[in-house]
DNA sequence: CGAGGGTTTGAAGTGCATCAAATAGTGTGG
DNA sequence: CCACACTATTTGATGCACTTCAAACCCTCG
């Protein structure tokens, strides 16, 4: 139903492979903390560095997996499709994530849409590569287990907050998941993509979002200008959102 | 809100521990295919057997984790439940399944409820034996990344059907997971346990649930008596829950 | 047989979706 | 820099799916 006008293919190709200025970056990711730079190096020089307008697609449920990506800015969406063609948002991704590792475990296919949003930058490595290096590598096996397992914990967030959380109080979980800082001073944020998109990673319409908005505005929980969201107090949002849900705020490492 | 009589600890212990007899068992599971038997031994000689009955909790959120658990029998729901008292089921698993063990990458702490909810059978074995294996055993730990991708691609499964099914969509898919065989005969099922825990694992309350199945009787798909429902058409209830997911029938491994 | 939980059914309420239209915001070419 | 086109967002009116509350029914088990 709803045909986003996508773009295969037509992404700005910046193929500068091997550049070792990348090393330092993949040396700070949680997924290769005390791997060897010798086996980052090899993976440097077999990865490629590319960029992805907004609505450029990276690849589609179904294909075969070549790469996993890890990214250096901007953001993705990996969602899934029904046969009605209405879809269903899985995770919106940002600077120093990995995805489409998974896709190792799945008979190397994707088992999911991904979807630049923002333009996107990203280090891509060959997953023949991964997959030789998991095999005799334990340590680098033992850091992939704690990225699927932290994931595995994101999703059962994910799940509690569709089926126990209403509309207004899905908003002012995400709303405080942008707050790092536990500081419980008032707080401006900017919404990092549009809000029809944050409608649909929360599970509803662009319509629900806004009138979600408005009445955390009637409740003088927040004020809301354009993309800018203040939060007057983190303590007062949290105590009404954070009542139907397991966590409390700051909720741990998940979030 | 709603307090079920939660009986910890009043499980009948039958601790034969270390009985060989479990040996083989182990062998079968995916999570140990190609692990060598002496490595198995080790497991069995320190793991405990266990009979939990019905509402009999295992663990609770945030508890101190100490063993893993192997069911051989009966029923478990992993649940998370909000300050307000209501629950959100994560999963309910039976017979081969394996859970406890993400709580190795929680710091050593479950991030659920578990509870049995049918007479249960389980073998427990110690989280630092595991621990200690996969640090130098890769072959284990590859196998325990496999059980882990396939649990996110079934979760993001469960995220899709929450979002885009109805309830009687997500009932149908539900009554088409039990029929393994793919054969399109018409099929005879037994409801696995309570209609309510049914219903709850859907995703709705016990009513809408009722209702759901009335009105696939009413769309003469199925035919209901008590906990015995009998599938008309496998094709014809397929065609019509599927159209809102991703997948067609018979889904993959995912189910 | 009777108690109690599970299940069904009915009636009414609520929250979100849908449809439609107005408004704000953004990028374009002149 | 402005006018236009197009999209994102908001607002209002209405509908529907699911929930809630209440009561009846049914089934199991002591």
């Not at 334990?138 to 569709?162: C, G």
Request: hydrophobic share 35%.
């Amino acid at each position: 139903m709803k045909q986003s006008l996508i773009k295969t293919g037509s992404s700005t190709e910046s193929l500068d492979t091997a550049s070792s200025s990348l090393l330092p970056k993949l040396k700070d990711l949680p997924l290769f903390s005390n791997i060897d730079s010798s086996v980052l190096e090899t993976f440097v020089s077999t990865s490629i560095h590319q960029n992805f307008h907004k609505n450029n697609m990276l690849y589609a449920h179904g294909d075969e997996a070549h790469y996993f990506y890890i990214i250096q800015s901007g953001w993705v969406k990996l969602y899934k499709e029904t046969l009605d063609g209405e879809e269903a948002i899985l995770d919106i991704l940002t600077t120093g994530h990995v995805f489409g590792e998974d896709a190792l475990f799945s008979d190397n296919h994707h088992t999911c849409y991904a979807e630049a949003i923002e333009t996107l930058d990203v280090i891509m490595i060959p997953l023949p590569a991964l997959a030789r290096e998991i095999n005799t590598n334990n340590q680098l096996a033992l850091n992939l287990l704690a990225a699927m397992s932290k994931h595995r914990r994101q999703q059962e967030q994910h799940i509690e907050h569709m089926s126990l959380q209403n509309a207004p109080q899905r908003i002012g979980c995400f709303l405080l998941r942008l707050c790092k800082a536990n500081d419980p001073s008032p707080k401006e944020l900017l919404l990092p993509y549009d809000k029809t998109l944050i409608a649909s990673r929360l599970g509803m319409k662009a319509e629900t979002f806004s009138r979600g908005l408005s009445s955390l505005k009637k409740s003088n929980l927040i004020t809301v200008k354009g993309g800018t969201v203040i939060i007057h107090s983190i303590e007062a949002l949290s105590s009404s959102c954070c009542s139907a849900c397991s966590h409390i705020y700051p909720c741990p490492d998940i979030c």
